[in-house]
């Protein structure tokens, strides 16, 4: 060796050293900023959301059916918006664009809901007595414009970040920048449950610290403080944005793809399928990236489903409405195979409005104080206590069940089929035991019951929403094409907006069919003493043990979506 390269050397490997940890942290920077941005939006969206209700009634002096009426609307509509986020987000603007977009609306809602709270002209004047003066049309339409910004701002937030987030743990043959970055798989499991907890944490803080600040000391100050952590998120987002993956939309929108599937398949309906079950007389392309100008993967031929296959059946100079590939065939059966399984995450969302609707109407009917009387359980507090189980069971789910399921299960731990199973047996078991414990009391102690005893119920509900909510993430974010990753995501939230209504339409019909015939009574009666809320959670116990049923063979059917290996391929 020379004496240059001798005194080149040691300094080129410290010049390697530093590069590589320069790219260590751009790989842990990106991700960890998402989850603080989450935290943080988090508490913003759930510093509106949680007191909502109060700020109608107390402040604005709106009508309990107007109020009522107003609120399911709101949260409904925040719900919904994701799906057309997500739609941009895989069509058009990209995940990264989306979430951009979509803090103008965001920041704009909850600059204007701070103003029309400070300003006194925005506002009635402040009332003792009964009944108040309601806010003017000019003072409701500021506050709903405000609020309903806020809501299209973190719909779109809501259906980009997670599949955003993801995605930066995915590397492919076109990276030039892979060094240093973390193991996919296990990284990207931990990121799911460090989400699902950061979601929950920010709900917790925001039910605690804001909703305290709102209603003790200003409603100003609270939506301010909302403010304030949706623009420090925003502005470390951006600041991290040369970490970041990005990942441009394919060009194709989902449901023009679909649709060219469907059409194909009805126009060569009469055509006879190759006899060969692997699909090797189908058509395929040697990378079906070139055709749609995408980032989906290339899959395998699966059974079953077997008359889209004829969409893929070879036509001499077809067009792309009259033959599709294999690969965008198979795309078109990861969708029909997930909607079933989406359906049974409707009715276990529905079961899990139970915590924030019944639980706590069972809460007020019991004794709420502690500690030998010297302090009272907020009955409300209990659903933000639930949070802090919730954290405890992602810790449990993380550091026991998941590393003991890979040494003794299989290597990957529990499937996230699996743990969507567990979490429905989960909620299950939190049905029977709120109905256990509402027995007990009606036969019992009744109003002198503690409210302690509605402990194990929520502890339960939160293991059950900790395996079925991470698990749900990963499922439709995993199963999904590439070109409709957010779009499947936010079926979580959507599955969550129609539980809602779901609940609701159960409570209507329960309360009708169990009244008496001069219309008191039933088991939803207004005095609980005189109810039977025990047996409206045991029919909910009921309901939700179909549920698993449905979903275990819906499980025990599902074929997950299969990568092709590298071969030779069939051309028309």
Same mark, same amino acid.
């Given at each position: 060796?020379?004496?240059?390269?001798?005194?080149?050397?040691?300094?080129?490997?410290?010049?390697?050293?530093?590069?590589?940890?320069?790219?260590?942290?751009?790989?842990?920077?990106?991700?960890?900023?998402?989850?603080?941005?989450?935290?943080l939006?988090?508490?913003?969206?759930?510093?509106?959301?949680?007191?909502l209700?109060?700020y109608?009634?107390?402040?604005?002096?709106?009508?309990?059916?107007?109020?009522?009426?107003?609120?399911?609307?709101?949260?409904?509509?925040t719900?919904?918006?994701?799906?057309?986020?997500?739609?941009?987000?895989?069509?058009?603007?990209?995940?990264?664009?989306?979430?951009?977009?979509?803090?103008?609306?965001?920041?704009?809602?909850?600059?204007?809901?701070?103003?029309?709270?400070?300003?006194?002209?925005?506002?009635?004047?402040?009332?003792?007595?009964?009944?108040c003066?309601?806010?003017?049309?000019?003072?409701?339409?500021?506050?709903?414009?405000?609020?309903?910004?806020?809501?299209i701002?973190?719909?779109?937030?809501?259906?980009?970040?997670?599949?955003?987030?993801?995605?930066?743990?995915?590397?492919?043959?076109?990276?030039?920048?892979?060094?240093?970055?973390?193991a996919?798989?296990?990284?990207?499991?931990?990121?799911?449950?460090?989400?699902?907890?950061a979601?929950?944490?920010?709900?917790?803080?925001a039910?605690?610290? /804001? #909703?305290? *600040? $709102?209603?003790?000391?200003?409603? &100003?100050?609270?939506?301010? @403080?909302?403010?304030? %952590?949706? =623009?420090? !998120?925003?502005?470390?987002f951006?600041?991290?944005?040369?970490?970041?993956?990005?990942?441009l939309?394919t060009?194709?929108?989902?449901?023009?793809?679909i649709?060219?599937?469907?059409?194909?398949?009805?126009?060569?309906?009469?055509?006879?399928?190759?006899?060969?079950?692997?699909?090797?007389?189908?058509?395929?392309?040697?990378?079906?990236?070139?055709?749609?100008?995408?980032?989906?993967?290339?899959?395998?031929?699966?059974?079953?489903?077997?008359?889209?296959?004829?969409?893929?059946?070879?036509?001499?100079?077809?067009?792309?409405?009259?033959?599709?590939? /294999? #690969?965008? *065939? $198979?795309?078109?059966k990861?969708? &029909?195979?997930?909607v079933? @399984?989406?359906?049974? %995450?409707? =009715?276990? !969302?529905?079961?899990?409005?139970?915590?924030?609707?019944?639980?706590?109407?069972?809460?007020m009917?019991?004794?709420t104080?502690?500690?030998?009387?010297?302090?009272r359980?907020?009955?409300?507090?209990?659903?933000?206590?639930?949070?802090?189980?919730?954290?405890?069971?992602?810790?449990?789910?993380?550091?026991?069940?998941?590393?003991?399921?890979?040494?003794?299960?299989?290597?990957?731990?529990?499937?996230?089929?699996?743990?969507?199973?567990?979490?429905?047996?989960?909620?299950v078991?939190?049905?029977?035991?709120?109905?256990?414990?509402?027995?007990?009391?009606?036969?019992?102690?009744?109003?002198?019951?503690?409210?302690?005893?509605?402990?194990?119920?929520?502890v339960?509900?939160?293991?059950?929403?900790?395996?079925?909510?991470?698990?749900?993430?990963?499922?439709?974010?995993?199963?999904?094409?590439?070109?409709?990753?957010?779009?499947?995501s936010?079926?979580?939230?959507?599955?969550?907006?129609?539980?809602?209504?779901?609940?609701?339409?159960?409570?209507?019909?329960?309360?009708?069919?169990?009244?008496?015939?001069?219309?008191?009574?039933?088991?939803?009666?207004?005095?609980?003493?005189?109810?039977?809320?025990?047996?409206?959670f045991?029919?909910?116990?009921?309901?939700?043990?179909?549920?698993?049923?449905?979903?275990?063979?819906?499980?025990?059917?599902?074929?997950?979506?299969?990568?092709?290996?590298?071969?030779?391929?069939?051309?028309?």
């Amino acid at each position: 060796m020379s004496m240059n390269n001798m005194m080149d050397s040691p300094p080129s490997r410290s010049r390697g050293r530093d590069e590589k940890k320069k790219k260590r942290w751009k790989w842990k920077l990106g991700p960890a900023t998402i989850l603080g941005f989450e935290l943080l939006e988090s508490i913003a969206f759930s510093g509106v959301a949680l007191n909502l209700v109060v700020y109608l009634a107390t402040v604005l002096h709106g009508t309990l059916a107007f109020n009522a009426a107003h609120v399911d609307t709101w949260n409904g509509t925040t719900f919904i918006v994701p799906v057309i986020g997500a739609f941009l987000a895989d069509s058009y603007w990209g995940k990264y664009r989306t979430i951009l977009a979509s803090l103008l609306f965001y920041l704009a809602g909850l600059v204007l809901l701070t103003v029309s709270a400070a300003v006194p002209s925005l506002r009635p004047a402040p009332c003792t007595g009964v009944p108040c003066s309601p806010a003017t049309g000019t003072q409701f339409s500021v506050f709903f414009l405000a609020l309903y910004l806020t809501s299209i701002g973190t719909g779109g937030v809501k259906s980009a970040l997670l599949p955003f987030g993801a995605e930066q743990y995915e590397r492919d043959d076109h990276d030039t920048d892979q060094e240093g970055a973390p193991a996919p798989e296990k990284t990207k499991q931990s990121f799911f449950s460090w989400f699902f907890g950061a979601i929950n944490l920010g709900i917790f803080v925001a039910g605690t610290l /804001v #909703s305290w *600040v $709102e209603q003790n000391v200003s409603w &100003a100050l609270g939506f301010g @403080i909302a403010t304030l %952590c949706l =623009l420090i !998120a925003s502005a470390a987002f951006l600041a991290a944005t040369p970490c970041y993956r990005v990942r441009l939309p394919t060009g194709d929108t989902p449901i023009k793809a679909i649709l060219r599937v469907l059409v194909a398949a009805f126009r060569n309906r009469t055509r006879t399928l190759p006899p060969d079950a692997d699909g090797d007389g189908l058509y395929e392309v040697d990378d079906d990236k070139s055709k749609n100008g995408g980032d989906d993967e290339k899959l395998a031929h699966t059974e079953g489903l077997r008359w889209l296959d004829k969409a893929a059946v070879r036509v001499d100079g077809g067009g792309v409405w009259e033959v599709c590939t /294999v #690969s965008e *065939v $198979e795309r078109v059966k990861v969708l &029909a195979r997930i909607v079933p @399984i989406w359906v049974t %995450c409707v =009715l276990y !969302a529905a079961s899990l409005g139970q915590m924030t609707t019944t639980f706590i109407q069972q809460g007020m009917a019991m004794d709420t104080r502690v500690f030998g009387g010297r302090f009272r359980v907020p009955v409300a507090s209990l659903v933000s206590v639930e949070v802090v189980f919730m954290l405890l069971w992602v810790l449990l789910h993380d550091v026991v069940v998941m590393p003991v399921a890979r040494r003794w299960w299989r290597s990957g731990g529990l499937t996230q089929l699996q743990r969507m199973g567990v979490g429905r047996v989960l909620v299950v078991v939190a049905m029977a035991t709120a109905a256990l414990v509402e027995r007990r009391r009606l036969r019992g102690e009744k109003r002198s019951m503690s409210i302690l005893w509605q402990v194990p119920q929520f502890v339960v509900l939160a293991g059950s929403d900790v395996f079925s909510g991470i698990a749900q993430l990963e499922f439709f974010y995993g199963e999904a094409p590439g070109s409709m990753r957010s779009i499947c995501s936010a079926f979580s939230f959507l599955a969550l907006s129609l539980g809602f209504y779901v609940n609701s339409l159960v409570v209507t019909i329960v309360a009708a069919v169990t009244k008496r015939s001069d219309g008191s009574g039933g088991w939803l009666a207004p005095d609980l003493d005189t109810a039977h809320l025990d047996y409206y959670f045991w029919l909910w116990a009921l309901i939700s043990l179909a549920n698993l049923a449905l979903y275990l063979l819906l499980a025990a059917r599902y074929k997950s979506k299969k990568p092709s290996p590298p071969h030779s391929s069939s051309h028309p």
